[in-house]
């Protein structure tokens, strides 16, 4: 033999074993995007509808998940990995060193424009999830405490700068939350008669009358 033979690269049509899975994965989330965030929803969906939309067969399907439940868990953490990665760049690019009033509303503008860009991301996370199983239960609170703890990270710097009272905000953070929820969610399904900007003002609102309630006044003023 005048040469030796190659290990196999792992390659196939320019790329790796791992880079096909990866979109494979992701074909199959953004089909699932559009079957459970939209018609017929995640309880009406088949694993044969899916790998229909997706362009893949079941036995991709399954080399990938183990069930429907698994697609709808993996998306859900993926919406909301969107909007926390929407709040984060919109905090580092141009709310950093804003008075706070200025600053939560850059904040919400870009959680709620994020989520609400594709109505199947609210249905996603609101809707669909609900109910599915203990475990995406505990998922889904799970996520709810990640905004939690954000909203208690923001007004405890705001009260250590002087601009919010101080207090214990966590039971107040817990509330405000769900209160975005259901008003965006209900902005969505049109249920509510105001433009998104106004959503959001009303949330700044709220969430500024919690930081500073009535009476309470800034110390050196």
Not at 21 to 48: H, S
Not at 194 to 205: G, M, N
């Amino acid at each position: 033999m005048t040469g030796r033979l190659r290990a196999p690269t792992g390659r196939y049509g320019g790329k790796t074993a791992a880079e096909r899975q990866a979109e494979r994965r992701g074909r199959f989330l953004d089909a699932a995007l559009k079957l459970f965030g939209g018609t017929p929803g995640y309880r009406g969906t088949t694993v044969a509808a899916l790998c229909e939309a997706a362009g893949l067969s079941t036995r991709q399907f399954y080399e990938e998940f183990r069930t429907l439940e698994d697609v709808l868990a993996a998306l859900h953490l993926r919406v909301n990995d969107w909007a926390e990665e929407a709040v984060v760049a919109a905090f580092a690019a141009a709310a950093a060193g804003l008075p706070l009033a200025e600053r939560v509303t850059v904040i919400f503008r870009a959680y709620a424009g994020n989520v609400t860009a594709d109505p199947s991301r609210i249905r996603i996370t609101f809707v669909e999830i609900v109910g599915v199983s203990p475990r995406l239960e505990e998922q889904r609170l799970a996520r709810r405490a990640r905004w939690i703890e954000l909203i208690c990270a923001e007004a405890t710097a705001a009260v250590e700068r002087g601009e919010a009272a101080p207090r214990d905000y966590r039971l107040a953070a817990t509330a405000f939350i769900g209160s975005v929820n259901g008003l965006l969610h209900d902005w969505t399904a049109g249920w509510v008669d105001a433009t998104l900007d106004e959503v959001v003002d009303e949330l700044v609102r709220q969430l500024l009358g919690i930081l500073r309630p009535p009476g309470w006044v800034p110390e050196g003023r």
